[in-house]
């Protein structure tokens, strides 16, 4: 094996056991590892604007499709951890 592969592999190793203590930690809210992101980005957009965030700029913050980020978003609305009304003038939700 070249020694870039084993660089990239060993990259990926890290990664994958960084993932599962998060989700590990993340048991006890309970949240998904996919639910944290999206409410991390929340922040971050909405410290950075002062104002509601679409899911649209969630989505593009994160590189996550559209029916993705509107799953996520329902399920942290069903929960009461978001509040998701349609934006004005606009076809997406704002958060």
Do not use: C
Not at 48 to 59: F, L, N, R, Y
Not at 69 to 84: E, F, W
Request: hydrophobic content about 45%; charged content about 25%.
């Amino acid at each position: 094996m070249r020694p870039t592969s084993e660089i990239w592999i060993a990259r990926f190793q890290n990664a994958q056991r960084w993932q599962r203590r998060v989700e590990q930690e993340l048991r006890v809210l309970p949240l998904t590892l996919a639910q944290w992101l999206v409410l991390d980005a929340l922040h971050s957009i909405w410290r950075e604007t002062g104002d509601a965030v679409s899911q649209a700029q969630v989505g593009r913050r994160l590189d996550i499709d559209k029916a993705t980020i509107s799953y996520i978003m329902a399920r942290l609305a069903q929960r009461a951890l978001v509040d998701r009304a349609p934006a004005h003038e606009a076809h997406e939700w704002r958060i």
